[in-house]
């Protein structure tokens, strides 16, 4: 398989996220030492490859077999680089590890829409998900850091940079059209009206809460957390960190069975109840009410928009406005700056239809995305072409260092392979 198609399937396999629940097992594909790997488990990463790439496999039987063998390798890999890891007495850092999960739990809720429809997917509740997510995201922290520590010395001289790139040159990919942007957002957020709205609502949840009416009852009913309030509310155990500050200081400052008085985090209005303590855990129960932004409250975002924009046009600084105004969180590191981006790889739509629209230099008017209002800034927009020694030795540098440690890493493996037995079942040929 061509080098550049080979690290593709690598990387769409490190970065696919973990399989769902497999119930029935369809045959061992492979064991390797101790371990196996389920003929399932691939079916099940070539179907979500399919999916992720919108393209029916079943149909082309030479491509799904080289997908079902490349899948097969990987996983024997992976399943070796575990047992060397563990052989190293390497280990991930779990808050590293937590930190990860909760991002990448956070991207999938926000694929499918709630933290229910992503139970619904999985066909799990979340703390089973969780479960699976950390074991699967602690094996790739080791191997990452196992594949570090063995490759961190590698360097490439200036004659295998050129040589690379002789070889190489036709395979290379071209650079596409590239494009360099800034942004200011302004989130949607909830308006003195929409904010006492939620607070009547939650005060009278309260109301009925203290006349001796079910909490999980009324966590069913009322609820606006979708995750929970189908299970009255239960949020399970948890330890301290794993909640915002406010909820997390009246949380822990509960008796069992008490229920707090109205609590005010990012996520809105909560009433908090304590139904047990485990150690250092607490199993808790909420209610959340939201604020909700209205109408209203996006028209104030898109006229403060529209000065920022007059003011930019009339010679104040960009970067100080983002400074200033902007709701992005990484504002205060990139003062708006989202770096550059091959157009096509840009991930909202959105920002695809303003740029194809501006010029550099230029100022788009406000527009909408899932985070909230824009205003956009085209720096500078670059068109497609080759990459070459002169313009770009640093990109064909990188490139060729992955391809030496590509190199050194099949190597490795190959000794790897011989130092821990590894037994095939099927093959997909």
């Known amino acids: 398989m061509p ?39 691939i079916e099940q990463f070539v179907q979500t490859y399919a999916i ?75 703390r089973k998900i969780r479960k699976d997510l950390r074991k699967e995201t602690m094996e790739r922290l080791k191997i990452e850091m196992l594949r570090r520590k063995k490759f961190q010395e590698v360097k490439v001289s200036r004659r295998e940079i050129e040589k690379f790139y002789q070889t190489y040159q036709d395979s290379i990919p071209s650079l596409k059209e590239t494009v360099n942007i800034s942004h200011i957002l302004k989130q949607i957020k909830a308006g003195e009206g929409s904010t006492q709205t939620a607070l009547q609502k939650i005060r009278e949840i309260k109301d009925k809460i203290d006349k001796g009416v079910d909490f999980a009852e ?24 794993d909640f915002v500050k406010e909820f997390e200081e ?5 008796e069992i069975g008490q229920v707090s008085d109205i609590v005010q985090t990012q996520f809105g209005f909560h009433i908090i109840k304590l139904n047990e303590r485990r150690g250092e855990q607490i199993r808790t129960s909420h209610i959340l009410i939201q604020a909700r932004p209205g109408a209203e409250d996006a028209q104030r975002v898109i006229k403060e928009l529209n000065v920022l924009r007059l003011e930019i046009l009339n010679g104040v600084n960009f970067d ?33 239809e303003v740029i194809s629209n501006l010029k550099p230099g230029e100022i788009s008017e406000p527009f909408k995305t899932d985070y909230g209002y824009h205003i956009l800034k085209l720096n500078w927009r670059r068109e497609p072409r080759q990459l070459t020694l002169t313009d770009d030795w640093d990109q064909i540098q990188q490139l060729a260092l992955n391809h030496k440690i590509e190199m050194e890493y099949s190597k490795w493996m190959e000794k790897l392979k011989k130092e821990i037995p590894v037994e095939y079942r099927i093959s997909f040929e």
């Open 250 to 254: 009246v949380a822990f400052g509960l």
């Open 3 to 41: 080098y550049f198609l080979n690290r593709l399937i690598t990387a769409l396999f490190l970065l696919t996220t973990f399989s769902l629940a497999q119930q029935i097992i369809e045959g061992v594909a492979a064991i390797v030492g101790q371990e196996i790997i389920l003929k399932s488990e």
């Open 320 to 352: 100080s406005l983002a400074l200033l105004y902007s709701d992005d969180e990484n504002v205060e590191k990139d003062k708006g700056d989202l770096g550059d981006w091959e157009t096509d790889k840009l991930a909202i739509p959105a920002f695809k």
């Open 52 to 126: 992720q790439n919108k393209i029916n496999i079943r149909s082309d039987k030479d491509l799904l077999q080289q997908l079902q063998k490349q899948v097969l390798e990987k996983m024997v890999e992976q399943k070796i680089l575990l047992a060397k890891a563990d052989e190293d007495t390497i280990k991930a850092d779990d808050r590293d590890v937590d930190k990860r999960v909760e991002e990448h739990i956070s991207y999938l809720i926000q694929q499918v829409g709630s933290e229910g429809k992503l139970e619904e997917a999985f066909q799990s509740p979340m």
């Open 218 to 241: 009324l966590a069913k009913e009322f609820s606006e957390d979708p995750a929970t309030a189908k299970r009255g509310g239960d949020l399970g155990f948890t330890k301290r960190g």
